[in-house]
């Protein structure tokens, strides 16, 4: 008996260092990128025979292939046949949002639940798409919030969330339910004072103290009029520029960028002039504004494809005759403007407004970047180096060098030939882990 104990404490002696050895975690996975083509994104140049070697969720290393010598018997992705690069970003979306919802009362039919299916389906698409980061402008209370984390936690895959709350709004402004009888009593679930409408200084401050409060990276704040809203002009400034002064400092305050949607000349100028963070739409901003926005480095974030779907699929799904006047008022009028923006020398950050057209579709707005104006290299910088600067990631994402997450994307096509090349993204890795891979035909081992 003493004897069977003894054994046993021999084979236990034996064994737990080897099982504590077999529990000890591997370290972080290398795997070796062959890129025939890079774009890093921190110039305008294309190099050649390049390599990107990766380990855990970031890039440690890029050089020529004559340079960074593959161990043998290394995982390799071998995108020899493509050109790789940044993963890219939209500053504006809109993951609660679908696009085949334009009657006049689905605001009123949807559960916040419904939106929030929508979103999962919605960020794994924008992700597919070669979007490893988004800003998110705007949802219920606090769907990109829980989206976000939701996504970190590794839950559903999708793209790097910069969440904001709902766009705060004035009192029948773009962001209120707008256009019932007074005699109809409608509320929002939260109320709406606590997180969204706000009229007055104060007001102002306890909106934006809420939202910081659960959880948003960014506020948005709706300045002008819009196009999709009832009852609202997208010329007319909403908000004074004390209000939107009092949301800028606030969100500054708690370390917060403030984007404001402004379609309007005297909106735009009033939020550049408040210390807001970037400009989006900024449909009829005039030289003056884009010469605010140079002199204080405020971005201007067009979203110039949108109005082909507007003024096709969105009427088809029952967009309001009203909405569709006033598409046709600025749709126009913001690609000629985005233009002389361009040639005023204002700093650009691609964002679109996914979900006013279907998530996914997002590259589509780079032909558009590219035809009123940019070259390819500058359409593309704008969604990648610009577009990290503007949400604040510029240390973590935006280029592939040393030290950022391993968030790389390749097409087969040359997208600075043809900038559509990145409508049809056939490999999608974030933070070293591949989501997509329609071209190097394996699987990273
Ligand atoms: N969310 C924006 C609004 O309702 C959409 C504007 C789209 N139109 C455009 N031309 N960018 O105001």
Same mark, same amino acid.
């Given at each position: 008996m003493r004897r069977a104990v003894l054994s046993l404490l021999i084979l236990l002696s034996l064994v737990v260092p080897a099982l504590a050895q077999q529990t000890q975690k591997p370290g972080p996975k290398t795997v070796y990128i062959r890129a025939g083509r890079l774009f890093d994104g921190t110039s305008d140049k294309v190099r050649e025979n390049m390599v990107i070697m990766v380990v855990g969720d970031r890039i440690q290393n890029v050089g020529p292939a004559s340079a960074i010598s593959i161990p043998s018997g290394a995982a390799v992705l071998d995108l020899s046949h493509a050109t790789v690069l940044p993963g890219l970003i939209d500053? %504006?979306?809109?993951?609660?949002?679908?696009?085949?919802r334009y009657d006049e009362i689905y605001n009123f039919k949807d559960t916040p639940f419904q939106h929030a299916f929508a979103a999962v389906i919605n960020a794994r698409k924008t992700l597919e798409a070669g979007f490893t980061s988004v800003r998110d402008v705007g949802s219920e209370p606090f769907l990109a919030v829980d989206l976000r984390n939701s996504i970190n936690e590794g839950l559903i895959p999708g793209p790097r969330i910069v969440a904001s709350g709902p766009g705060i709004s004035i009192?029948?402004? %773009?962001?209120d339910l707008n256009n019932f009888s007074p005699q109809t009593r409608v509320t929002m679930f939260p109320e709406e004072r606590d997180f969204q409408i706000a009229d007055g200084v104060d007001q102002i401050r306890h909106v934006v103290r809420a939202q910081v409060k659960y959880g948003v990276d960014v506020i948005k704040i709706l300045a002008t009029g819009g196009v999709l809203s009832k009852g609202d002009s997208p010329g007319a400034p909403q908000f004074t520029p004390e209000e939107l002064k009092a949301a800028a400092e606030e969100a500054h305050m708690a370390g917060r960028k403030i984007a404001a949607h402004a379609h309007g000349t005297q909106g735009i100028k009033n939020a550049i002039l408040a210390g807001i963070d970037s400009i989006e739409h900024a449909s009829l901003i005039d030289d003056e504004g884009i010469r605010l926005a140079k002199e204080r480095g405020v971005y201007l974030v067009m979203d110039i494809y949108n109005d082909d779907y507007i003024l096709g699929k969105a009427i088809e799904f029952g967009l309001p005759k009203e909405n569709v006047e006033k598409e046709k008022m600025v749709g126009r009028l913001q690609r000629e403007n985005f233009e002389r923006a361009v040639k005023g020398g204002a700093k650009m950050a691609f964002g679109t407004d996914a979900g006013v057209y279907p998530?996914?579709?997002?590259?589509?707005q780079f032909f558009y970047m590219v035809k009123f104006g940019l070259t390819p290299a500058q359409a593309i910088h704008a969604a990648t180096s610009n577009a990290a600067d503007l949400i604040g990631r510029a240390k973590d994402v935006g280029t592939v060098e040393a030290g950022k997450f391993a968030d790389v994307i390749a097409v087969t096509d040359d997208p600075l030939q043809n900038v559509r090349a990145l409508e049809n993204v056939g490999f999608v890795m974030k933070g070293g882990a591949v989501f997509k891979d329609a071209i190097t035909g394996q699987a990273a081992h």
């Open positions: 500053c %504006h979306t809109h993951l609660g949002a679908r696009a085949d009192t029948g402004g %773009h962001g998530h996914g579709d997002n590259a589509k």
